[in-house]
């Protein structure tokens, strides 16, 4: 019987070596990520068009439930809501987590708090959803086609031309360029919603505005995502990923956010638009992917700690997260892998 069961055992183990051998070899996540003992259980991220009717509802019905919660930071005189305080951490923090090493670990752990506040606070039971723009910029049609535009079952459309005025930014503090913002969004489940925090680092209501822009198709298409994953260490994989200032011609990151427009396009206020965490969560599969290519890359971090010199030091696992009153420090190396604590997800 002893026999037995340590044979059991030691048959189990090789299975799940092989399992993560497997997982390595395909690039990809399989079900040996699935079953990490330190989560109760590890969502899979789907892509938007993969989810039913129902789900979609289930998400933007959380979104809006989150756009309709008191803030609960007191000292935050700007932010009216939940949903505000997240886009208000985004602006004063933007300047540290643009163009540095942290930049996708940071941005990964900011989504796993909204993904949080959503199941938490808003009853929210699914994985947070990802869209997919490679295969819309693939497709022939312009992007307004894209199921993610669609005013039912998607996040509504385009900013309708007239009906918003951008502020004036003389001195170019806000960053915000006039020519992407066509309007306010009229239709969608986010028609009525009212921003606090926006654009750029002015604070006002305002509506919720977008400014597509096909011309951004060629730098989000599978090629784009090909050359992003090729990329051979993290150093020029994140430069990749993430654009300019520190590429002279848009990549996926940036792209992104200058193809939908608006609010999207503003390096500060863009979480006002709840597509910045479709577009994220994106990208955050196209870097756990990468990832997972090749065995080591799961651990690798490196860059800048500061956009502008000096001092800097170099970004490490040990590197702290700064999520101001949505979450703890933590430093990096607890959010390389998405599948154990406090991630709990993967993606397909
Ligand atoms: C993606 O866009 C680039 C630039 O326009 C183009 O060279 C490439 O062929 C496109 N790839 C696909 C799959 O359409
Ligand atoms: C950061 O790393 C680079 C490349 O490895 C090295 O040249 C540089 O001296 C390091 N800078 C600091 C401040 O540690
Ligand atoms: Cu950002």
């Known amino acids: 019987m002893l026999h037995l069961t340590s044979l059991l055992s030691y048959i189990f183990i090789s299975l799940s070596v092989l399992g993560q051998v497997i997982a390595h070899q395909s690039g990809s996540d399989s079900s040996s990520h699935r079953h990490d003992p330190n989560c109760h259980i590890v969502y899979v991220r789907r892509e938007w ?3 039913t009717t129902k789900e979609k509802a289930e998400y933007t019905n959380a979104v809006l439930c989150l756009q309709n919660r008191p803030a609960a930071n007191l000292q ?4 009216r809501t939940r949903f505000d305080e997240f886009q208000g951490l985004h602006v004063k923090l933007a300047d540290q987590v643009h163009s540095v090493g942290h930049f996708l670990p940071w ?25 997919d723009w490679s295969i819309d910029a693939d497709a022939p049609l312009p992007l307004i086609h894209s199921p993610i535009f669609d005013p039912h079952t998607g996040f509504g ?28 969004v009229t239709d969608g489940p986010f028609a009525n919603l009212r921003l606090n925090y926006g654009p ?83 990208l955050d599969r196209i870097w756990r992917k990468w990832q997972l290519s090749k065995p080591g890359r799961m651990w ?29 420090t933590i430093p990096i190396r607890e959010i390389m892998d998405t599948a154990s604590r406090p991630g709990c997800y993967t993606y397909t």
């Open 76 to 79: 935050d005189k700007v932010a």
């Open 300 to 328: 690798e971090v490196s860059g800048r700690s500061t956009p502008t010199p000096p001092p800097f030091v170099n970004v490490t696992v040990e590197f702290p997260l700064n999520m101001g009153t949505l979450g703890d």
């Open 107 to 131: 941005h990964r752990y900011f989504l796993m708090r909204y993904e949080l506040a959503l199941r938490e606070e808003c009853g929210y039971k699914g994985a947070h959803p990802y869209w």
């Open 157 to 184: 459309g385009d900013g309708i031309g007239g009906t918003y005025s951008v502020p004036a930014d003389p001195k170019g503090e806000s960053s915000i360029f006039p020519e992407a913002f066509r309007g306010c």
């Open 200 to 282: 750029g680092k002015y604070a006002g209501d305002h509506c919720l505005t977008r400014g597509i822009d096909n011309t951004l198709k060629g730098v989000l298409n599978s090629t784009a995502v090909s050359k992003a994953l090729s990329q051979p260490n993290f150093g020029v994989f994140r430069i990749e990923v993430e654009g300019q200032p520190e590429t002279s011609t848009p990549r996926i990151h940036d792209g992104g956010h200058i193809a939908i427009g608006g609010e999207m396009s503003n390096i500060y206020s863009s979480p006002g638009d709840p597509l910045f965490f479709m577009h994220h969560a994106n």
């Open 49 to 51: 068009r993969i989810l």
